[in-house]
């Protein structure tokens, strides 16, 4: 099946730092998305991008498909960013299945 | 919209009970997903709904575990009987349809002792 890697798996940034967080994917998808896993455990969808560029204010994200990758970009980052970033894809042959990375373990201290 | 509900949050249960999980979906959407989130296996999707059908099962554990899905706006997940093994945060998701954006519940945390 298709294998989906993050890197780092963990990071330390001092409140201000930027960021890059990467997601590897070994096949073809048509569903990506990027979550934030707060410390209370609520996933909160940050983008839905299966390609192409898109920004949120301090975030944004890049998908090339082609490639398979997809990297989400922290400016400025605040220790209210710490928590757990996931990215998840979905392929196709008509399932709605997302398959989840291992996740990137941000801590943003003071 | 208030998003996806589920309940109970937490859930401390004896082993061999019965569990049940429940989730609300956003109004609208015709795709339902349950996963499961443990520190070894991460997020596993268990089993997902399109419009109430159950479509991919393939990722429930065992025949102790059933999911339902008896109208648009209701979708539960039982254990019988549970094991200690099934502690796990349980989520449910939704989405407009397959393939599109999903969205998460807070979440259940079972415990099973």
């Known amino acids: 099946g298709i294998q989906v890697e993050q890197s780092p798996p963990d990071l330390i940034l001092q409140e201000g730092a930027n960021s890059t967080l990467r997601c590897n994917f070994s096949?073809?998808?048509?569903?990506l998305q990027w979550f934030h896993q707060n410390p209370w455990g609520q996933l909160i969808n940050l983008f839905y991008?299966?390609?192409g560029t898109k920004q949120n204010g301090r975030l944004s994200a890049t998908t090339v498909a082609t490639e398979r990758y997809s990297l989400l970009y922290i400016s400025s980052s605040q220790t209210t960013d710490s928590g757990v970033y996931f990215c998840?894809?979905?392929?196709?042959?008509?399932?709605?299945?997302?398959?989840f990375g291992q996740g990137t373990t941000l801590q943003v201290k003071p | 919209d208030a998003g996806v509900i589920q309940s109970p949050r937490h859930e401390v249960t004896e082993m061999g009970q019965e569990v049940t999980l429940r989730c609300k979906p956003i109004?609208?959407?015709?795709?339902l997903f349950w996963y499961r989130q443990t520190m070894m296996r991460g997020l596993e999707l268990l089993i997902y709904?399109?419009?109430?059908?159950?479509?991919?099962d393939s990722g429930m554990p065992e025949d102790r575990f059933s999911a339902k899905m008896p109208n648009a706006s209701f979708s539960t997940l039982k254990i019988q009987p549970s094991e200690p093994r099934d502690s796990a945060v349980y989520f449910c998701?939704?989405?407009?349809?397959?393939?599109?954006?999903?969205?998460f519940g807070q979440g259940t945390r079972l415990t099973v002792v």
């Open positions: 991008i299966p390609s």
């Open positions: 998840a894809v979905g392929i196709s042959s008509n399932t709605g299945k997302l398959i």
């Open positions: 709904f399109n419009n109430n059908v159950p479509i991919d």
């Open positions: 998701a939704s989405s407009l349809q397959i393939l599109t954006e999903a969205f």
């Open positions: 109004s609208g959407h015709n795709s």
């Open positions: 096949d073809s998808v048509n569903n």
